[in-house]
């Protein structure tokens, strides 16, 4: 059977028909998918964890307990699961256990755009990328029998070009999922350090092991053609290059880049003139093929910034480019920013009024970093609010207490945000956090978390109280607001601010696109009694314009939040 499938969908349906047995992920664009397709199975055990350290030890567990598993994530993601993922190489599994990452060249929706390969080479583990929807299928199905053969977890590297693109996938039969015998063996399993330093010479054989299967495996394919250019690639290069360069030249395709073959990269160098790599980020492979004492062309032609496109392979071989559709006239730029509505805006408008120094964190509240809000003041990574507030207030004192904060989402919290929050009680600064509670996952998609009372299929589920969660952790000052109630939001803003403890505000209203949020009616402008102050387009948000001078509010777009109208001194937005 065949199917148009996005690449996230096809790596979903390779680890079912693969056998799955156990899904555990935290959702992170462009990951998510992947999940959320394995969810719709009922015959398996999905789940979405608090973050992705929690989730690969779930599947850790699962595959040790023989059945196969995986867990899904960004790139971001496998730095906070890369604790487990290091011993997990000395360890190896049981059942087979596939942990897909997927990186985002171009930063698309991330803070960095770190090349996971490096992972693989860092934590001994192999690692296999596919260059399109059915390679996702295909890989990610083999990818269980490969991590049983050679008792190592596989990592299944995306990125946001093949997770999100879509291309045939020709589906093959469904491996049974089985659960293997489990038998107590603490010199493989108890990585304290008599048994892990036994283990670390078994690493070392399997990767030579695997280096020689490299060789001569599925995973890696050369496509002899005109012996002038030869290009080693990998991931979605090879597409442009196929595209560009179509029979003009010889193409290894590298789809295993960890570890990296190296009697097949000497095979084929010999037989070209002229030896190109061409692969986004960071030249592992090129770096790889120079130790053999190979001489190649990469980086000094190819950026190390961002994505690649046919434009970039053929501006690099002085190939004509093939003229492209384009606008016929100049687009204006549409910056990101929050939905008309955001229970966000009140709280950020606050904030940015009273001049208050904000330590921001990961989700779409990060958007009140632009203007007019021009709110935050860092952003660094999962969490990181709660912590780095607590070392500025350490570092300034008491003058930066009173006019500082971090602001952070509900799931962000439950992912990484609770130890900070439980240092600041702790190592007692007079911080004041502020949980931005939208009752959803927001930025990836709205995705259930412990707070939310639901579980990834929608069903009910333990549901976390944030006030008694807080109290519990050490601070005694929780409070609650609405964001939509600017007034209420200054007084607990101030009020927490000047306390001599630490302190938490909620602000606590779901997310204006959820189903369940009943829209109110649209507001409008009262153009004679508009006196063109604009203060109401100090909040940035999408339904208020100007048009001659004038407010103006667009009824597609408003939800009827109110938060405008109680900036208007005029009583214009009725």
């Given at each position: 059977m065949?199917?148009?499938?996005?690449?996230?969908?096809?790596?979903?349906?390779?680890?079912?028909?693969?056998?799955?047995g156990?899904?555990s992920?935290?959702?992170?664009?462009?990951?998510?998918?992947?999940?959320?397709?394995?969810?719709?199975?009922?015959d398996?055990?999905?789940?979405w964890?608090?973050?992705?350290?929690?989730a690969?030890?779930v599947?850790?567990?699962?595959s040790?307990?023989?059945?196969?598993?995986?867990c899904?994530?960004?790139h971001?993601?496998?730095?906070?699961?890369?604790d487990?993922?290091?011993?997990?190489?000395y360890t190896?599994?049981n059942?087979?256990?596939?942990?897909?990452?997927?990186?985002?060249?171009a930063?698309?929706?991330s803070?960095n755009?770190?090349?996971?390969?490096?992972?693989a080479?860092?934590?001994?583990?192999?690692?296999l990328?596919p260059?399109?929807?059915?390679?996702a299928?295909?890989?990610?199905?083999?990818a269980?029998?490969?991590?049983e053969?050679?008792?190592?977890?596989?990592?299944?590297?995306?990125?946001?070009?093949?997770?999100?693109?879509?291309?045939?996938?020709?589906?093959?039969?469904?491996?049974?999922?089985?659960l293997?015998?489990?038998?107590?063996?603490?010199?493989?399993?108890?990585?304290?350090?008599?048994?892990?330093?036994k283990r670390?010479?078994?690493?070392?054989?399997?990767?030579?092991?695997?280096?020689?299967?490299?060789?001569?495996c599925?995973?890696?394919?050369?496509?002899y053609?005109?012996?002038?250019?030869g290009?080693?690639?990998?991931?979605?290069s090879?597409?442009y290059?196929?595209?560009?360069?179509?029979?003009?030249?010889?193409i290894?395709?590298?789809?295993?880049?960890?570890?990296l073959?190296?009697?097949?990269?000497?095979e084929?160098?010999?037989?070209?003139?002229?030896?190109?790599?061409?692969?986004?980020?960071?030249?592992?492979?090129?770096n790889?093929?120079?130790?053999?004492g190979?001489e190649?062309v990469?980086?000094?032609?190819?950026?190390?910034?961002?994505?690649?496109?046919?434009?970039?392979?053929?501006?690099a071989?002085?190939i004509?480019?093939?003229?492209?559709i384009?606008?016929?006239?100049?687009?204006?730029?549409r910056?990101?920013?929050?939905c008309?509505?955001?229970?966000?805006?009140?709280?950020f408008?606050?904030?940015?009024?009273?001049k208050?120094?904000?330590?921001?964190?990961?989700?779409?509240?990060?958007?009140?970093?632009v203007?007019?809000?021009?709110?935050?003041?860092?952003?660094?990574?999962m969490?990181?609010?709660?912590?780095?507030?607590?070392?500025?207030?350490?570092?300034?004192?008491?003058?930066?207490?009173?006019?500082?904060?971090?602001?952070?989402?509900?799931?962000?919290?439950?992912?990484?945000?609770?130890?900070?929050?439980?240092?600041v009680?702790?190592?007692?600064?007079?911080?004041?956090?502020?949980?931005?509670?939208?009752s959803?996952?927001?930025?990836?998609?709205?995705?259930?978390?412990?707070?939310?009372?639901?579980?990834?299929?929608?069903?009910?589920?333990?549901?976390?109280?944030?006030?008694?969660?807080?109290?519990?952790?050490?601070?005694?000052?929780?409070r609650?607001v609405?964001?939509?109630?600017?007034?209420?939001?200054?007084?607990a803003?101030?009020?927490?601010?000047?306390?001599?403890?630490?302190?938490?505000?909620?602000?606590?209203?779901?997310?204006?696109?959820?189903?369940?949020v009943?829209?109110?009616?649209?507001?409008?402008?009262?153009?004679?009694?508009?006196?063109?102050?604009?203060?109401c387009?100090?909040?940035?948000?999408?339904?208020?314009?100007?048009?001659?001078?004038?407010?103006k509010?667009?009824?597609?777009?408003?939800?009827?939040?109110?938060v405008?109208?109680?900036?208007?001194?005029?009583?214009a937005?009725?």
């Amino acid at each position: 059977m065949k199917k148009l499938m996005i690449g996230n969908q096809a790596v979903a349906a390779g680890l079912y028909d693969g056998g799955l047995g156990v899904v555990s992920s935290y959702p992170g664009t462009p990951s998510t998918e992947i999940t959320e397709f394995l969810a719709k199975y009922e015959d398996i055990h999905s789940e979405w964890a608090p973050n992705e350290k929690v989730a690969c030890e779930v599947a850790y567990g699962a595959s040790l307990a023989g059945a196969r598993s995986s867990c899904a994530m960004k790139h971001v993601g496998l730095n906070v699961a890369a604790d487990p993922l290091f011993t997990l190489s000395y360890t190896g599994v049981n059942g087979g256990m596939v942990i897909c990452v997927a990186d985002d060249p171009a930063m698309h929706s991330s803070q960095n755009e770190q090349d996971s390969r490096h992972y693989a080479i860092a934590s001994k583990v192999p690692m296999l990328e596919p260059s399109d929807s059915q390679e996702a299928y295909t890989f990610a199905k083999t990818a269980f029998e490969l991590s049983e053969k050679f008792d190592t977890p596989v990592l299944l590297r995306m990125c946001t070009r093949i997770a999100h693109s879509q291309s045939i996938v020709e589906l093959g039969e469904k491996t049974p999922a089985v659960l293997k015998d489990y038998e107590k063996n603490p010199q493989k399993f108890i990585m304290m350090p008599g048994n892990a330093i036994k283990r670390h010479p078994i690493v070392e054989e399997r990767t030579k092991a695997l280096a020689k299967f490299a060789d001569d495996c599925m995973y890696n394919t050369v496509e002899y053609a005109d012996s002038e250019i030869g290009i080693i690639t990998s991931g979605c290069s090879y597409l442009y290059v196929k595209e560009v360069m179509g029979d003009s030249a010889s193409i290894l395709k590298i789809g295993m880049p960890h570890p990296l073959p190296v009697n097949l990269i000497k095979e084929f160098a010999s037989k070209v003139k002229k030896l190109y790599v061409i692969e986004e980020l960071d030249p592992i492979i090129e770096n790889h093929v120079k130790s053999l004492g190979i001489e190649v062309v990469g980086k000094e032609l190819f950026s190390i910034l961002g994505e690649f496109s046919q434009q970039t392979i053929a501006k690099a071989f002085g190939i004509d480019d093939k003229a492209g559709i384009s606008a016929d006239s100049i687009i204006p730029p549409r910056p990101p920013m929050m939905c008309a509505g955001c229970p966000h805006r009140g709280m950020f408008y606050t904030l940015s009024k009273n001049k208050i120094t904000v330590h921001g964190d990961i989700g779409c509240y990060t958007l009140g970093a632009v203007a007019p809000l021009n709110a935050l003041d860092s952003t660094l990574c999962m969490g990181a609010s709660i912590s780095g507030l607590h070392g500025f207030n350490a570092a300034r004192g008491i003058d930066a207490e009173r006019k500082s904060v971090a602001v952070i989402g509900d799931s962000t919290f439950m992912h990484s945000g609770m130890t900070g929050l439980v240092n600041v009680a702790y190592n007692a600064t007079n911080s004041t956090v502020i949980i931005l509670d939208n009752s959803i996952t927001g930025m990836t998609g709205h995705q259930q978390n412990p707070t939310t009372g639901y579980n990834i299929k929608g069903d009910p589920a333990a549901k976390v109280d944030l006030e008694a969660l807080c109290k519990a952790l050490g601070i005694n000052r929780v409070r609650v607001v609405d964001p939509y109630d600017l007034k209420a939001c200054e007084i607990a803003l101030k009020e927490e601010l000047a306390a001599q403890e630490p302190s938490v505000i909620i602000s606590r209203r779901p997310c204006v696109l959820l189903k369940s949020v009943k829209i109110q009616p649209s507001l409008n402008v009262d153009a004679d009694k508009c006196k063109s102050c604009k203060r109401c387009m100090g909040l940035g948000c999408p339904a208020i314009s100007l048009k001659d001078g004038k407010a103006k509010i667009d009824n597609t777009l408003c939800v009827g939040c109110g938060v405008c109208k109680q900036l208007c001194a005029f009583d214009a937005i009725v």
